[in-house]
């Protein structure tokens, strides 16, 4: 995990350097795209996990614009304390309609807040022994903070902390067919770019 989260710093780092002699001073009222990587801190019996995301949304002014995010988080784990405590490996997926109030610090840079709806879908696998993961549908939402950075009048980075909360994962006991349920929490760190249109 190490590795993926230098890999990540070392690629945003590189873009940053390239851009900043073109960066100008005008902020978006445009739509725009965008792709965030980080890391997800597992809260409860939740572990952690990567994470990754694209979207699409729409600035309507400096203080507000919407989007519509697609993210996935493998190499997790959950773990079931009425199952043993034996702990499954985990991946979710979510997609979450988001909206951001910002304001604007100065001309490249900017705070904001966050917070969304949306659907979630946690798969729980590789158990061992008489118990196996389900797959599971859930109500998703999160809520968060950042900062943006104008690279230039198209490119935009982005840093923040969102809380997530993506309902339940699910194992079944093979015998009786009782299904054990576990909260599934992060505390996300994201490094994104957008770019608008």
Known sequence: ???????TLAVFTVLTITTAASAQTTYYDDGYVKVDAGYSMGSGRTENAALFGIGTGFRMNDYFKADVTAEFRPWGKEQFRNAGGLKGDMWTADLMANAYASYPVWDKFSVYATGGVGYAYTKVKNFAGQYKGEAKSNF????????????????????????????TAEAKDRATGAKHKEDVKYNDIKLGMQYYF
């Open 140 to 167: 998703a939402w999160n809520v968060g903070a950042g900062v943006e950075y104008a690279l230039t009048s198209n490119i935009c980075l982005d840093l923040g902390y969102r809380y997530t909360d993506l309902g």
């Open 1 to 7: 995990m190490k590795k993926y989260l230098m890999s």
